[in-house]
């Protein structure tokens, strides 16, 4: 997922909000609290996003291949 993508799709969600911050990172919110983080990394690199999930959904999430915790 580009970071493009990745603020597409955030953009989509009702109340969300973006916000550029920590050394150029694509931060989105919902009512001030944080859910997604994409760092600012040259597209050659590995990408990672970081998502605020359940208890339930991190214990299965980690379960799916391609996840790193």
């Known amino acids: 997922m ?4 990745f603020d597409e799709f955030c953009g989509s ?3 969300a909000t973006h916000v550029v911050q920590w050394g150029g990172a694509s931060v ?3 009512g001030g609290k944080i859910f ?3 760092p600012n990394q ?4 590995y ?3 970081s ?3 359940s208890n339930l959904a991190y214990e299965v999430l980690c379960q799916q291949p391609g996840i790193e915790v």
Do not use: G, N
Request: with cysteine.
């Open 42 to 45: 040259d597209p050659a690199e």
């Open 13 to 15: 969600l009702k109340s």
């Open 47 to 49: 990408q990672c996003l």
């Open 2 to 5: 580009t970071r493009e993508e």
């Open 51 to 53: 998502f605020k999930v």
């Open 28 to 30: 989105w919110k919902v």
């Open 36 to 38: 997604a983080i994409m």
